[in-house]
C-alpha cells in the first residue's frame, strides 16, 4: 500500500437527543480538514481485512483528486497519497465498488461530470488484491455527463454488469455487459438504455419480489422517474402505471429499504424543494406517505440513506441537503418500527452545517453501531464529517456475504434475520446494493439492530444465483457466511425444475431436466472455482454425470440456458 500520514481521532462534539441514539462528531486530519468539493462518500473495505475504509470522490469544476483513506482497525486512519485511485484530477460524482472479476476483491468505478460543454471519461480501477488499484482506461470510458453508477447481475450470468446514469448532452443511460474476460460490452439494444432524460441515481431492487433485480432510475428537472420491471435476463419492461413514476418532479436520489419489516422494499424520493417522498410497498402496490415528517419538509436534497442508527429493530433515515443558502442542516429521522418516523433535531448529527451531497453508513470502529460519513461541499471548499455512534444498551448482528456460485461480493443478494423484539417475532430485511441514494455506498456489511432479543431465530440468504439458504449465528457480533455452507431453505424457488439423484453421490449421479432445452451444468467447489462443466439437452431424462476424480466433500451447482441460471443447490460428494 502506497500512504503517508497516520493520524488518530479527536472527539470534538459529544450530543445525546432520543433514546439510544448518539452521535460524535469526529475529528481525524485529513478526512475532516480537507477542504474540497465532495459527491460520494463510501464505506468500503478496500484491503479485505474486515474493516471498512473510507472513499470521498471530489467534483471541483476546474478538476480535483479523489481521497481514499485506509482503517488501521485501532481507531486511526491512513491517507493514501501515491495511487492510481487518488491521482487522477477530475470531476468526479458517483461511485461504486464491487468485485467485478470475482477474484475477492473491490474494483472501483468513478463517473464524471464535463466541463464548460465538453464531456469527460468515467475511471475503472482493478483492485490488485492488496487495497491498491490500477487504473484500467480501457473499461468503460465513455465521454459523458454522468451522475452514478450501480454495478449488479442484470443477465444472471453470476457477473457483475456496469449502469451509468447521464444528466447533459448525450442524455441516453448506459449499460456494459461483464464479458468474463475483464473486459466490458456496451449494449444499446435494451430498454433500459433508451430513455433520454436528465438521470441522477440508480438503485436495483426486487420490488415485486419475484426473485430477479428491477431498475428505477431518478430524473431531475421535472420529468417523471422510471422504473423497469425485470422480466428475464436482458429483458425489460417500463412500468408507467405506478404512482412511483407517475409525479413530475426535480428528483435527485432515492433510497430503497423494507422500514416497516414487511418483506418487501419501500421507497425514499429525494427531490430538489418538492418536498421528499417516502411510498411503503404493499406486494408491489405503493402508498405514498403525504403526513409523514419526511414529506414536510420543503429542502434541496441529495443524498439519502437507511440505517438502524439506535440498533432497535427498524431503519432510519438520513438525508443530505445542499445549495441553499436558506438552510444548511441534513435530514435526521427516527422510525417507530412501522414505517413511522420522527425527527430528529437536537443530536450531532442533526446540527450538521454546510451542503451534503452523499451519506454512507458503515461501522467503522466494529463496535457494533452504525457510523456515518457525508461528503460536504458548500461553495465547493467544506471539509468533510464523520460521525461516529455512541448507542449503547440494545443488542446487534453483522453479515457479510461471499457468493461462490453467485458473484464473490454478492450484489443483489437479500438478508432475512429473525429475532423476538419487545416479545414480537420480526424479521428484518436487507439488500447486499453497490450504490445508494446519491452517488455514494454504504458497506456491504449488513446491519441488524436487535434491540432487546437475546437470540436469532433465522438467519436467511436469498443470494443472487436463487439459492436459498438458512444459517445460524449469535448476537452481538460479525458472521461471514459462504454461499452453500448454510442449509437449503425449504422454501428455495427455482425457475425450472432439476432433479439430481443420488445425493450425497459417490461417483456418479444422474440429472434430470423435464424442461426441453440446452442447458449447461457447472460444478463449483467451496472456494467459487468451477471444477466441472458440462452440457445438457433438457430432453435427455437421465443424464449421468462422472465425479468420481473429484475429491470428496461439498459441491454447488447451477444449471443455466443462456448464461442465466435456472436452478441451482448443493451436491455432497462421499
Known amino acids: 500500500m502506497k500512504t503517508a500520514l497516520r493520524f488518530m481521532a479527536v472527539v470534538v462534539i459529544p450530543s445525546f437527543s432520543l433514546q439510544a441514539q448518539s452521535f460524535e462528531r469526529m475529528h481525524f486530519p485529513d478526512i475532516t480538514t480537507t477542504l474540497s468539493s465532495s459527491r460520494s462518500a463510501n464505506f468500503i473495505d478496500v484491503n479485505n481485512d474486515g474493516w471498512d475504509d473510507i472513499f470521498f470522490t471530489n467534483g471541483l469544476s476546474s478538476g480535483e483528486q479523489n481521497m481514499l483513506y485506509i482503517n488501521n482497525t485501532d481507531g486511526t486512519f491512513t491517507t493514501v497519497t501515491d495511487d492510481d485511485i487518488v491521482e487522477h484530477s477530475i470531476r468526479a460524482v458517483g461511485a461504486s465498488f464491487a468485485d467485478t472479476d470475482n477474484d475477492g476483491d473491490l474494483d472501483g468505478y468513478v463517473v464524471t461530470w464535463g466541463v464548460g460543454g465538453i464531456a469527460k471519461r468515467n475511471y475503472f480501477y482493478r483492485n490488485n488484491g492488496n487495497g491498491t488499484f490500477t487504473f484500467d482506461p480501457g473499461v468503460a470510458p465513455n465521454p459523458t455527463y454522468s451522475e452514478t453508477a450501480n454495478w449488479i447481475d442484470i443477465n444472471n450470468d453470476q457477473l457483475l454488469d456496469l449502469y451509468i446514469t447521464n444528466s447533459a448532452q448525450s442524455l441516453r443511460n448506459l449499460y456494459f455487459e461483464n464479458q468474463g474476460d475483464g473486459t466490458f460490452l456496451q449494449r444499446t439494444d435494451l430498454t433500459i438504455t433508451n430513455e433520454v432524460k436528465p438521470s441522477r441515481s440508480v438503485d436495483w431492487v426486487d ?116 445549495y441553499s443558502d436558506t438552510h444548511f442542516k441534513n435530514s435526521v429521522f427516527i422510525n417507530d418500527g412501522h414505517g413511522n418516523f420522527t425527527q430528529d433535531h437536537t443530536s450531532a448529527l442533526a446540527l450538521q452545517e454546510g451542503w451534503t451531497y452523499g451519506a454512507a453508513f458503515g461501522d467503522y470502529n466494529n463496535d457494533g453501531w452504525l457510523d456515518i460519513i457525508l461528503a460536504n461541499n458548500q461553495n465547493e471548499s467544506q471539509v468533510n464529517s464523520v460521525y461516529k455512534n455512541t448507542g449503547t444498551g440494545n443488542n446487534w448482528v453483522k453479515i457479510k456475504c461471499v457468493g461462490t456460485v453467485s458473484n464473490k461480493s454478492a450484489i443483489g443478494a437479500v438478508v432475512k434475520v429473525t429475532s423476538v423484539i419487545n416479545g414480537n417475532v420480526v424479521t428484518q430485511t436487507r439488500k447486499v446494493e ?141
Open 207 to 322: 420490488y415485486d419480489n419475484d426473485g430477479d433485480n428491477d431498475l428505477f432510475v431518478t430524473n431531475e428537472m421535472n420529468n417523471t422517474n422510471t422504473l423497469y420491471r425485470n422480466d428475464g435476463p436482458n429483458n425489460f419492461t417500463q412500468i408507467t402505471n405506478l404512482n412511483i413514476v407517475q409525479d413530475i418532479k426535480d428528483s435527485l436520489g432515492s433510497s430503497w429499504a423494507d422500514v416497516d419489516n414487511d418483506g418487501d422494499f419501500d421507497l425514499l424520493v429525494a427531490n430538489w424543494e418538492q418536498g421528499n417522498q417516502l411510498f411503503i410497498n404493499n406486494n408491489g402496490v405503493f402508498t405514498e406517505m403525504t403526513g409523514s415528517a419526511i414529506a414536510l419538509e420543503t429542502v434541496i436534497s441529495f443524498g439519502s440513506t437507511f440505517g438502524d442508527i439506535d440498533n432497535d429493530g427498524d431503519l432510519d433515515l438520513f438525508i443530505g441537503n445542499s
Open 434 to 574: 453497490a450504490a445508494s441514494g446519491y452517488a455514494s455506498q454504504n458497506s456491504l456489511t449488513t446491519h441488524f439492530g436487535l434491540g432487546d432479543a437475546g437470540t436469532i431465530q433465522t438467519i436467511q440468504i436469498k443470494w443472487p444465483s436463487g439459492l436459498i439458504e438458512n444459517f445460524t449465528g449469535g448476537i452481538n457480533t460479525a458472521h461471514n457466511f459462504i454461499e452453500g455452507t448454510g442449509v437449503l431453505s425449504v422454501g428455495e424457488q427455482n425457475k425450472i425444475k432439476v432433479n439430481i439423484y443420488p445425493n450425497p453421490v459417490k461417483d456418479q449421479f444422474y440429472i434430470e431436466i423435464p424442461e426441453k432445452g440446452a442447458y449447461h451444468l457447472a460444478i463449483i467447489n467451496t472456494q467459487g472455482q468451477t471444477v466441472k462443466e458440462i452440457k445438457i439437452d433438457g430432453s435427455d431424462v437421465h443424464h449421468e454425470v462422472n465425479i468420481a476424480d473429484l475429491p470428496a466433500g461439498t459441491y454447488f451447482y447451477n444449471v443455466s440456458e443462456n448464461k442465466a441460471v435456472k436452478n441451482s443447490g448443493k451436491i455432497i460428494k462421499q
